[in-house]
């Protein structure tokens, strides 16, 4: 993954350029670098490490071009580098790209080209299309780099300059994310992701795979990879510029755990109306009855929100339901026929294991559904069926409205299959929706109380060990709050089955050792309570979430945080905030970069 951004226009590039690539640096940051189109000469300046350091390196040494193309990479060939950086050349420095994605058969190209004469300095993938575009470039600019695409295999947004064609900028996309953002007086722009294009235009065209963009200043133009014209629909984005900065809030974590009320809010009032309604699904009994089997595959955040919609699936809507993680899911020759509902959970609709999860279930004649939160990502598009999380845009590595728009957007989804199916009483649906509807304001109230969590959070944010605790759907959110921890904070967090202490991890708890307790479900509480006091009688700081009124527990932990009550199936979008708020506050502790992580970046677009 990575992100990219490119120029065309009237004015300098630059500017656009390291507008884009701060709103994109969430895709990567460990390198950057741009290149500027200044007539006689390219102009080329990359950095290893933040973009900052590009920034410094430009302070008093800004390109004056009118195109041009930037980068900010998050490494898979060739570790983080000046020369590693992007964008890549030819042998001449007459052509330049930049690539998101991964070229397959970079090696065995890059021993074709060496062959022939071409000298490479760099240790990536992506230098091998620079030369291959030099190597087919007879005086047209597209026909060569059609005739690159033909030749590379692999993942790739691409976006290529020429020294010889300075009115024009290609653009080329198979499975990672590329838009146009159409400008109003002689400039296009574009961009792997929406937030760097809008405070510019609203209007964009977003790339399907296969397609090539030909941009020109004042015109943009498809032609598909035989050369052949398409045409395309625009996209208006509703989103609001604000809503991709971060409003005031010190970090864009901190603003999303905050705008959940809304994102939740946002996300159920579209599927009420007295019952819970889907027009974009439109699914009858006979349509339900013919699947015998449901798979949720996922990554991350998003597999955690899946193990919670399992609960919801199967506990109203009576069906078997699998959770896999989409990283395994293909490789482990899945029993999937047209008998069978794959479920894909992508907060940004382009993690590259979840999407070749569905395309397989697909190939194996799988009815497919896409929960995702980007409209027109490649999930969604590649998905029979596709419902939409009104999160707004997540900047932040670490995910959190996109898990609690999840959660709400399966409660609804099993809602809505029972209230077909008459698996569940009709007054008990609709006690349910009177609940789901109340949980917006449930989790503005959760979030009023920060400060014990604050405190918590400097108490044991130097500890080296955190164990998250739970049964049911309390240990689905014990995963989710220790990976949180995990990710921003680096604290090494684990989450267990509280049943399954006994079995071997019992063993790790000693003195001291900081134990989150989850205990909001009622129909496990007495056992989820035996396990408390085992890891008490074996000195553990015990805090303890739990669901408001149960004022009894307090007698066996340290601290307990309470959450407002609900029905135990929609209590983990309340119980996951202060798990969330505690990663925050610890990973602030201990000085963390939190929006932006080591080793991670946004969007996994990479295998
Ligand atoms: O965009 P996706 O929902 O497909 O992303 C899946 C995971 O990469 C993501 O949830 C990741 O685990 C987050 N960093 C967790 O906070």
Redesign the pocket.
Known sequence: MCGIVGYIGGKKAIDFLLDGLTKLEYRGYDSAGVAVNCGENIFVEKAVGRLDSLKEKLKNNLPVGTIGIGHTRWATHGRPSDLNAHPHSDCHKNFFVVHNGIIENYLQLKEQLIAKGHKFISETDTEVVAHLLEENYHGDFVLAVRDVLAKIEGSYSLLFMSKFDPDTLIAAKQDNPLIIGIGKDGENFIASDIPAIIPFTRQTYILNDGDIAIVKKDSISFVNRQGLPIDKKIFHVKWNAQAAEKGGYEHFMLKEINEQPKAVRDTISPHLNGKVTFNELNWNADFLNDINKIYIV???????AGLVGKFYIEKLVRKLVEVDL?SEFRYRNPIVDNKTLVIV???????SD?LAALKESKRLGAKTLAV???VGSS?AREAEFVIHTAAGP?I?????K??TT?LISMFMLALYMAQILKSVPAEEIERLIKLLKKIPAQISETLSDVEPIKTFAQMYGFNDDVFYIGRSLDYCVALEGA??LK??SYIHAEAYASGELKHGTLALIVEGVPVIALATQKSVYEKTLSNIKEVKARDAIVIGIAAAGNTSLEKYLDHVIFVPETDELLIPLLAVVPLQLLAYYAAITRGCDVDK?RN?A???TVE
């Open positions: 996922a990554c991350g955040t998003a597999y955690h989409a959970v992508s907060q940004s609709g382009e993690t979840t995702t939160n980007v999930i997540e932040a590595v670490a995910s959190t996109a898990y999840q990976l949180k990710e921003i992580p991670l946004k969007s996994v």
